[in-house]
T-cell receptor
Framework: AQSVSQHNHHVILSEAASLELGCNYSYGGTVNLFWYVQYPGQHLQLLLKYFSGDPLVKGIKGFEAEFIKSKFSFNLRKPSVQWSDTAEYFCAVNVNRDDKIIFGKGTRLHILP | NAGVTQTPKFQVLKTGQSMTLQCAQDMNHNSMYWYRQDPGMGLRLIYYSASEGTTDKGEVPNGYNVSRLNKREFSLRLESAAPSQTSVYFC????????????FGNGTRLTVT
């Protein structure tokens, strides 16, 4: 069965620091990959997605992610975080021929002003 | 454009009571989903429906039933609520054919005492 692992449960950074959140999935076939963000008190919204093509995907608010097939990874990055990036971040995976979308346990990011 | 509408927003049940969570989307999406969100557990898929008339089990289906009444509506039923079902429930929909992201409702906070 497909699964998603997010290594960092809670990350604390200062403003302007660089960010990388890890995401690994377990499935050997074709996958679609997503990062979602949940700001306090809100529901999830899409940051970026990978379906095919260029493995480096750019999303909203300066986020990007790189799909490395050989490592089964889809890590989220941002060169310089802001206080407003404080939120919980979720990686999700979908197997191409199925509608099932599975989420990781999330990473809570706290940015110090 | 309402998007995904969930009702109720809050509910308190006693152990053994039953209830149905309602979800409707007005985006003409084929795929609909029910997730539960618990602290430290991320979002876990309960059931999903790839199209009208079809439903499939997700990661944690025990204790729940679903109905895809038509293309717009996807309800989640708890036949005999248990304290372990205390959670925040999110309905979501997507246009999988167009590789669209999940659109989430605002959630239902359920407490079972």
């Amino acid at each position: 069965a497909q699964s998603v692992s997010q290594h960092n449960h809670h990350v604390i950074l200062s403003e302007a620091a660089s960010l990388e959140l890890g995401c690994n999935y377990s499935y050997g076939g074709t996958v679609n990959l997503f990062w979602y963000v949940q700001y306090p008190g809100q529901h999830l919204q899409l940051l970026l997605k990978y379906f095919s093509g260029d493995p480096l995907v750019k999303g909203i608010k300066g986020f990007e992610a790189e799909f490395i097939k050989s490592k089964f990874s889809f890590n989220l990055r941002k060169p310089s975080v802001q206080w407003s990036d404080t939120a919980e971040y979720f990686c999700a995976v979908n197997v191409n021929r199925d509608d099932k979308i599975i989420f990781g346990k999330g990473t809570r990011l706290h940015i110090l002003p | 454009n309402a998007g995904v509408t969930q009702t109720p927003k809050f509910q308190v049940l006693k152990t053994g009571q039953s209830m149905t969570l309602q979800c409707a989307q007005d985006m003409n999406h084929n795929s609909m989903y029910w997730y539960r969100q618990d602290p430290g557990m991320g979002l876990r898929l309960i059931y999903y429906s790839a199209s009208e008339g079809t439903t499939d089990k997700g990661e944690v289906p025990n204790g729940y039933n679903v109905s895809r009444l038509n293309k717009r509506e996807f309800s989640l039923r708890l036949e005999s609520a248990a304290p372990s079902q205390t959670s925040v429930y999110f309905c979501a929909s997507s246009d999988r054919a167009q590789m669209g992201p999940l659109h989430f409702g605002n959630g239902t906070r359920l407490t079972v005492t």
